[in-house]
């Protein structure tokens, strides 16, 4: 029985059935669906970082000293409420 199956295994090539074709076909299939769409994805998001390099490199200007208190760090100091408080002088003591 053995001398068959190494008989079988060295001489000539496996037949298989229409079923088992198919089967082996339908996965073949499948690995090449799974490969093209991590290749898509990986170029997908490799094509977004790039626009987005380029954009932010070469077109983006930052806006720089605005007008808004929110971009003046000092603002709430400046801001009169009303009360003078001279130089040196303590407000608690009021």
Same mark, same amino acid.
């Given at each position: 029985?053995?001398?068959?199956?190494?008989?079988?295994?060295?001489?000539?090539?496996?037949? $298989?059935? =229409?079923? #088992? #074709?198919?089967?082996?076909?339908?996965?073949?299939? #499948?690995?090449?669906?799974?490969?093209?769409?991590?290749?898509? $994805?990986?170029?997908?998001?490799?094509?977004?970082?790039?626009?987005?390099?380029? $954009? $932010?490199?070469?077109?983006?200007?930052?806006?720089? =000293?605005?007008?808004?208190?929110?971009?003046?760090?000092?603002?709430?100091?400046?801001?009169?409420?009303?009360?003078?408080?001279?130089?040196?002088?303590?407000?608690? =003591?009021?």
């Amino acid at each position: 029985m053995k001398e068959k199956e190494a008989g079988a295994e060295r001489g000539k090539p496996a037949t $298989y059935t =229409g079923d #088992k #074709k198919a089967r082996m076909a339908a996965k073949t299939n #499948k690995k090449w669906v799974r490969l093209a769409t991590v290749l898509a $994805y990986v170029l997908s998001v490799s094509l977004a970082a790039i626009v987005l390099a380029v $954009y $932010y490199s070469l077109i983006w200007q930052p806006v720089r =000293g605005g007008s808004g208190p929110a971009s003046q760090p000092h603002a709430a100091a400046s801001v009169d409420r009303g009360t003078s408080v001279s130089p040196g002088a303590s407000a608690i =003591g009021k």
